[in-house]
T-cell receptor, first 116, second 114 residues
Framework: GAVVSQHPSWVICKSGTSVKIECRSL??????MFWYRQFPKQSLMLMAT?????????EQGVEKDKFLINHASLTLSTLTVTSAHPEDSSFYIC????????????FGNGTRLTVT | DAKTTQPNSMESNEEEPVHLPCNHS???????IHWYRQLPSQGPEYVIH???SNVNNRMASLAIAEDRKSSTLILHRATLRDAAVYYC???????????????FGEGTQLTVNP
């Protein structure tokens, strides 16, 4: 079946530094990928929609200059958390879908970000 | 996005069937009913989806009410590995092949007792 790979699975960084998270679709092309964030004991919150070859679409309240998204190919999207602060510590999850009508989403296993 | 309502938590015993309900009284005619589940510290996993007719796959069954205002995810024999948060989500697929945004609610935490 379809697989979405996310890397790294966890990362610890210091305040003020930037962290890049990769999301790859391993056996299918994904023109669209989605980035979610999940805080402990809460549900997933959609951050942005990543479109191959064009600018990402951000949800209301998500700072596009802080969460940089690049979708340079049909199999890779990256999320960079810039100038990270402790409040950015969270579980970041990407998802992708096959280029088929009404195809379900396939999710990565998430990246646990801890900012110290 | 149309809203869904699920119980916060449910319990089941191992090897017994589990019926997870979902209410979606404001569902529109083009909304599909999707179910995903999330195990601890993992990304969500697709379970099943349907439009009007009941659906079966290797993981579960989806029973959809005739008026489509509610649905039930059925796990026929719960195992300890089925302990997860189950999300019922409505999704109106786009005509273009770009996928659809999914808005997650709070879901149902399923506990499976040995």
């Amino acid at each position: 079946g379809a697989v979405v790979s996310q890397h790294p699975s966890w990362v610890i960084c210091k305040s003020g530094t930037s962290v890049k998270i990769e999301c790859r679709s391993l056996d299918f092309q994904a023109t669209t990928m989605f980035w979610y964030r999940q805080f402990p004991k809460q549900s997933l919150m959609l951050m942005a929609t990543s479109n191959e070859g064009s600018k990402a679409t951000y949800e209301q309240g998500v700072e596009k200059d802080k969460f940089l998204i690049n979708h340079a190919s049909l199999t890779l999207s990256t999320l960079t958390v810039t100038s990270a602060h402790p409040e950015d510590s969270s579980f970041y999850i990407c998802s992708a879908t096959r280029r088929l009508y009404n195809s379900p989403l396939h999710f990565g296993n998430g990246t646990r970000l801890t900012v110290t | 996005d149309a809203k869904t309502t699920q119980p916060n938590s449910m319990e089941s015993n191992e090897e017994e069937p589990v019926h997870l309900p979902c209410n979606h009284s404001t569902i529109s005619g083009t909304d599909y009913i999707h179910w995903y589940r999330q195990l601890p510290s993992q990304g969500p996993e697709y379970v099943i989806h349907g439009l009007t007719s009941n659906v079966n796959n290797r993981m579960a069954s989806l029973a959809i009410a005739e008026d489509r205002k509610s649905s039930t995810l059925i796990l026929h024999r719960a195992t300890l590995r089925d302990a997860a948060v189950y999300y019922c989500i409505l999704c109106a697929p786009k005509r273009e092949t770009s996928g659809s945004r999914l808005t997650f609610g709070e879901g149902t935490q399923l506990t499976v007792n040995p």
